[in-house]
């Protein structure tokens, strides 16, 4: 017996791996190479291709694909109609599979509705891409993102809360009053300073 559900309109190749509790919804795809965490969610009309790996938790929203060399560490959420890319300079008449490009998003990361991820990018832990961004180079752990090409406008905490640094380079997250510190234009939880 299966230890996850999926919608009957799924269809799921055999060899895919799926974690237990993870949910996939109407219209998915799972080619067999792909390898899905536990307790994930993968909205309507959602893609993964060979060798693309999801960890646990992560919550993908309808209308994406996610192409071979996309890495998600565990808590990552990806919005809605969020587009990936897996080689710079695509030509239809060549095949350019031997030159697929990874992307990394890091724990709790999240990627808002439409963003465009080009190939090649580490998106760092915790970090909010704003929606709409095109993000063509690799993004600070915590770092708050908008636009195209996408630019760091500030900082966010582990629950996506803007952050406020006062003079000694350190704010308070005001949902459960953790302390991050700034240093050198890096974030960190004060406890790991």
């Known amino acids: 017996m299966e230890k996850y559900y999926a919608h009957p309109t799924a269809i799921i190749d055999e060899g895919a791996a799926i974690g237990e509790g993870t949910k996939i919804w109407h219209f998915c ?7 899905i965490g536990k307790n994930c969610n993968l909205g309507q009309n959602v893609f993964v291709a060979n060798k693309a790996i999801l960890g646990n938790n992560v919550k993908v929203q309808n209308n994406v694909s996610i192409y071979e060399g996309v890495i998600c560490d565990d808590d990552v959420f990806i919005g809605p109609s969020v587009v990936f890319t897996n080689v710079i300079n695509p030509r239809s008449v060549i095949n350019r599979k031997d030159q697929y490009q990874p992307t990394k998003i890091k724990k709790g990361a999240s990627i808002g509705a439409n ?79």
Not at 29 to 35: A, Q, S, T, V
Not at 125 to 152: D, M, S
Request: aromatic letters at 10%; glycine letters at 10%.
């Open 29 to 35: 795809h799972l080619m067999n190479e792909c390898k």
């Open 115 to 193: 963003a465009t991820i080009i190939c090649g990018n580490t998106i760092g832990q915790y970090a909010f891409i704003g929606a709409g961004a095109v993000i063509t180079k690799e993004i600070k752990p915590y770092a708050l993102v908008v636009g195209n090409p996408a630019k760091q406008i500030g900082w966010v905490s582990e629950r996506g809360h803007r952050l406020d640094f006062n003079i000694d380079s350190k704010a308070v997250d005001p949902e459960n009053g953790e302390v991050y510190i700034l240093i050198d234009d890096y974030v960190a939880k004060a406890s790991y300073v």
